[in-house]
């Protein structure tokens, strides 16, 4: 008899596990909405509203087209398209990005600013961190190829799982000539075994064995497939520029260093200190604004 309530107690107990690491997994890939309540006109900036299908699915997604009233033209035109964090929106706040915009746009280059899918204005219900938003990118392309003509050179800038996304649509396409990241993730499922109580706020054991185990299933992605790591090699010779800081707690910046070591002659990287995840273009603005431009010019 003490046998078989022990039995039931460890069954009430696993079903007990089972159920928040569900629930928790869940939260994490349907997270609430933030509401875009900026607009590039408090940045003197002109917009142009646009819409686009994300490349597989047909997802609509929400953006702003910020095109320069002095586009430099040597040997092309440029566009910069901006990627945000999870569970964000294309105003990423914690830089802000508009802020950043205006100083690409003042530059002379064109910048697209969109919300990923189940994000500010698009379109979707679910978040993916990386696996689908890389379709979401891969679409962003597909406007700005079909609404310029062609005559623009595209880069991509991500910051988050926007950097990792970013890395790997460039991957999949020859129309990226760069890509610059800021606190992206190398790989997802590593860096989720490590840091995913950061997120869940759970303890790792036995809650990130479990959640890890029942979400791709739940939401029907395959997370071995966000492997910016081993997608950094199918960019080069093309660019990346990694940003990371050395105190972010979020995202360790040995993330950005690993994807750097692949091709170190090729891609460059820029460590900063003293700043939060995505936090360094608020602490060093200025270095932050001549180290993109260059890299931009370069590409």
Same mark, same amino acid.
């Given at each position: 008899?003490?046998g078989?309530?022990?039995s039931?107690i460890?069954?009430?107990i696993?079903?007990?596990? +089972?159920g928040? !690491?569900?629930? +928790?997994?869940?939260?994490?890939?349907?997270? &609430?909405? *933030?509401?875009?309540?900026? $607009?590039?006109?408090?940045y003197?900036?002109?917009?142009?509203?646009?819409t686009?299908?994300?490349?597989?699915?047909g997802v609509?997604?929400?953006g702003?087209?910020l095109?320069?009233?002095?586009?430099?033209?040597?040997?092309? $035109?440029?566009? =910069?398209?901006?990627?945000?964090?999870y569970? @964000?929106?294309?105003?990423?706040?914690?830089l802000?990005?508009? !802020?950043?915009a205006?100083?690409l746009?003042?530059a002379?280059?064109?910048?697209l600013m969109?919300?990923?899918?189940?994000s500010?204005?698009?379109e979707g219900?679910t978040? $993916?961190?990386?696996f689908?938003?890389?379709?979401?990118?891969?679409? %962003?392309?597909?406007w700005?190829q $079909?609404?310029?003509?062609n005559?623009?050179?595209i880069?991509?800038? @991500?910051?988050?799982? @926007? @950097?990792? /996304?970013?890395?790997l649509?460039a991957?999949?396409t *020859?129309?990226? /000539?760069?890509?610059?990241?800021?606190?992206?993730f190398?790989?997802l499922?590593?860096?989720?075994k490590?840091?995913?109580p950061v997120w869940?706020?759970?303890?790792?054991?036995?809650f990130?064995?479990?959640?890890?185990?029942?979400?791709?299933k739940? =939401?029907?992605v395959?997370?071995?497939?966000?492997?910016?790591?081993?997608?950094?090699?199918?960019?080069?010779?093309?660019?990346?520029?990694?940003?990371?800081?050395?105190?972010d707690?979020? =995202?360790p910046y040995?993330?950005?260093?690993?994807?750097?070591?692949?091709?170190?002659?090729?891609?460059?990287?820029?460590i900063?200190?003293?700043?939060g995840?995505?936090?360094?273009?608020?602490?060093? !603005?200025? %270095?932050? =604004? &001549?180290?993109v431009l260059?890299f931009?010019?370069?590409?």
């Amino acid at each position: 008899m003490i046998g078989f309530l022990v039995s039931i107690i460890l069954l009430f107990i696993l079903l007990g596990l +089972v159920g928040l !690491s569900t629930y +928790v997994g869940w939260q994490l890939t349907h997270p &609430k909405r *933030k509401i875009v309540d900026d $607009t590039p006109e408090n940045y003197n900036l002109h917009r142009k509203d646009v819409t686009f299908p994300s490349r597989t699915d047909g997802v609509m997604l929400d953006g702003w087209y910020l095109e320069s009233p002095n586009p430099i033209t040597v040997p092309k $035109t440029t566009t =910069i398209i901006m990627s945000h964090g999870y569970a @964000g929106t294309r105003l990423e706040k914690g830089l802000p990005a508009l !802020s950043l915009a205006q100083a690409l746009v003042n530059a002379g280059y064109h910048v697209l600013m969109f919300d990923f899918r189940n994000s500010g204005r698009s379109e979707g219900n679910t978040t $993916t961190i990386g696996f689908l938003e890389k379709e979401d990118i891969l679409g %962003a392309i597909d406007w700005v190829q $079909t609404n310029t003509y062609n005559q623009t050179e595209i880069v991509l800038l @991500g910051f988050s799982m @926007g @950097g990792t /996304s970013s890395i790997l649509a460039a991957a999949e396409t *020859k129309t990226v /000539s760069g890509v610059i990241t800021d606190s992206a993730f190398s790989q997802l499922i590593p860096y989720l075994k490590e840091n995913l109580p950061v997120w869940s706020k759970l303890p790792r054991y036995p809650f990130t064995p479990l959640i890890l185990f029942i979400l791709p299933k739940l =939401i029907g992605v395959n997370p071995h497939a966000v492997d910016a790591l081993a997608a950094v090699d199918k960019i080069v010779p093309r660019p990346i520029l990694f940003i990371h800081s050395k105190d972010d707690q979020a =995202i360790p910046y040995i993330n950005s260093a690993e994807m750097y070591k692949r091709h170190p002659g090729v891609f460059e990287l820029w460590i900063t200190e003293k700043a939060g995840h995505v936090g360094s273009f608020h602490l060093e !603005s200025d %270095a932050y =604004i &001549k180290r993109v431009l260059n890299f931009i010019a370069k590409c």
